[in-house]
């Protein structure tokens, strides 16, 4: 029997709340993916006792949390190298995941913008940003002749927003090179939807942004983005 499947936005290492939601039992026999900014390396003492408690919730109602990196998120959780908790996954990008017959493709990454005020290694990570090697993407494609759903942190530059915010402006007036890298990364994603489009993707899920919106493209690609603690399921 497949597991119903879930996107949850941005949480920010409110892992208490995310807990209580699963021994709610509103979640139980699920597969649920969260697309980044979960909120780990921040404090790992104390996250480490709340994972391990929402682990094991997890693990009692039959969920399968899979989480992308996202820009406040510590790079080295998603290496893919060790994983200590069994029903949560910390997903390496660029991650191919077969779900109830369906195709996936994980990949996460974005700029934080205000770095400027963050210390490294601390609340900041320099390697945060989208990280894809196109040729080797290219490659692992020929195995896949189809992928259904992707899920990013972030989006295409076409899709929402198409438009800075004001606090977006304020942090470009004092770090003089996160206008180009923002637009370099959203041109990455770009480039990942125009390659990925062949598969006959139909669905696009990200967060990112802290808000709800939702689009169909030209070429029937629709794009969901996920606000802060929002649970979706893609409709029948």
């Known amino acids: 029997m497949n597991k119903r ?5 941005d949480i920010h290492g409110n892992f208490s709340l995310l807990t209580a939601k699963f021994v709610s039992g509103q979640f139980n026999n699920t597969h649920i993916i969260q697309v980044g900014d979960f909120g780990v390396g921040f404090n790992r003492e104390e996250e480490s006792s709340l994972l391990t408690l929402m ?3 997890c693990k009692q109602r039959n969920i399968t949390l899979y989480v992308i990196r996202g820009n ?13 908790y069994s029903n949560i996954l910390f997903i390496k990008d660029n991650t191919f995941l077969q779900l109830n017959g369906l195709t996936y493709f994980l990949s996460g990454g974005a700029i934080s913008i205000d770095r400027c005020i ?4 601390i609340n900041y990570w320099v390697d945060e940003g989208v990280d894809i090697n196109f040729n080797r993407l290219e490659s692992d494609l020929l195995k896949y002749p189809k992928i259904d759903i992707v899920v990013t942190h972030s989006s295409p530059s076409f899709a929402f927003p198409t438009q800075y915010e004001r606090i977006v402006h304020a942090y470009m007036r004092r770090d003089s090179n996160l206008d180009r890298e923002l637009r370099h990364e ?4 770009t480039k990942l939807y ?4 062949s598969k006959n993707i139909h669905h696009w899920i990200y967060g990112h942004f802290h808000a709800q919106h939702k689009e169909t493209t030209h070429t029937g690609v629709h794009f969901v983005a996920l606000d802060i603690n929002e649970f979706y399921e893609i409709p029948n």
């Open 5 to 9: 499947v879930y996107f949850l936005g």
């Open 55 to 57: 682990d094991k919730a």
């Open 72 to 84: 406040h998120d510590d790079p080295s959780y998603f290496t893919g190298l060790s994983n200590e």
């Open 118 to 121: 963050r210390k490294v290694g």
């Open 186 to 189: 959203r041109a990455m994603i």
């Open 194 to 197: 125009g390659l990925l489009l």
